[in-house]
């Protein structure tokens, strides 16, 4: 465990304690409809993570929601068949793992969730299939971020969004909070495993033609709550190697390991990076959103 220094602003969350609360948004309709199960991450503006990489890392301003587990085959299948979307994937059944998912194609999928939720897209993507930056004077521009529109709910986690709800703690060092080197509340390597939620383990060190588990049953918790977040299929990020986010063809991070690799591969220190628009990279993704409040859950800042 990383000792952190207390920040100054205190946050008391009336909702729950180190593990957020899950509130599932549904998306589609009859047949094709399915619910994403949201984590909340709270303790907004926490300290960041020097020690891990990049450096530092793990610092948000602000409430937000990540997914408990990763996006699954079924909802990529549905979207595909609302939206036309034509993605490609992976094959090994509804509730595996959606993988082998282009980091356009996630961004798109993203754009599609907003879209069913009569929400502007998160990502500026033309008729072509070109990813493209948002621009000055257009709704939704952020300087600091070209690739996300702030109208947008719905998104793919930044490195600092996805680092936070894997391996900060808030309950820790007396309520200051720190990062553990591995994403199930721990600085002892997971237990390999091939499919199971028990707390402590990974999916990782499996053979390669096994494949991954089925998203519930991607190993233990973080301390927020998610699963899969270690092993199983890498995930993409939608921050670029250089961290600017100002260039539409840069490479994207990839962290988190799969179900063959090691356990350096599921720690803080370790970063893939993928080509945007080429092959899947053997990756998966889960989503991100904004902050919204579960009813009868509130958070009081002192």
Do not use: H
């Not at 993570?49 to 079924?74: C, F, H, M, N, W």
């Not at 930056?133 to 600092?160: C, I, K, M, Q």
């Not at 350096?264 to 092959?279: K, N, Q, R, V």
């Not at 053997?282 to 958070?299: D, H, Q, T, W, Y």
């Amino acid at each position: 465990m990383k000792t952190m220094i207390r920040t100054a602003t205190l946050v008391i969350a009336l909702c729950g304690a180190a593990l957020g609360p899950v509130r599932a948004d549904t998306f589609g309709s009859e047949t094709s409809s399915f619910e994403i199960d949201f984590v909340t991450i709270g303790n907004p503006s926490n300290a960041p993570d020097s020690t891990g990489q990049p450096d530092p890392v793990g610092s948000i301003a602000k409430l937000y929601r990540i997914g408990k587990y990763e996006v699954s085959e079924q909802m990529i299948d549905k979207a595909n068949t609302l939206g036309g979307l034509d993605i490609s994937k992976s094959t090994d059944g509804p509730d595996k793992p959606a993988w082998n998912v282009r980091w356009i194609d996630a961004a798109r999928f993203v754009n599609w969730l907003n879209a069913d939720a009569g929400s502007p897209p998160a990502y500026k993507i033309n008729r072509g299939g070109t990813f493209q930056l948002w621009e000055p004077g257009e709704a939704g521009y952020d300087p600091s971020n070209r690739y996300r529109n702030t109208l947008a709910p719905y998104f793919l986690p930044n490195v600092d969004e996805w680092y936070k709800a894997g391996f900060f703690d808030p309950s820790v060092n007396g309520g200051a909070g720190g990062y553990w080197d591995y994403a199930i509340g721990s600085d002892v390597a997971p237990t390999p495993v091939a499919s199971s939620n028990t707390s402590g383990s990974a999916v990782d060190s499996q053979l390669v033609g096994q494949g991954p588990a089925d998203v519930t049953l991607a190993g233990g918790l973080s301390p927020y709550g998610t699963m899969g977040q270690r092993g199983n299929v890498y995930e993409w990020q939608e921050t670029e190697a250089d961290l600017t986010n100002d260039l539409t063809s840069s490479a994207r991070m990839l962290r988190g390991g799969n179900w063959f690799s090691n356990a350096f591969e599921l720690g803080p220190f370790y970063i893939d990076l993928g080509d945007s628009t080429g092959a899947g990279n053997l990756a998966g993704f889960r989503v991100a959103s904004k902050n919204i409040p579960e009813p009868g859950c509130s958070a009081l800042i002192l």
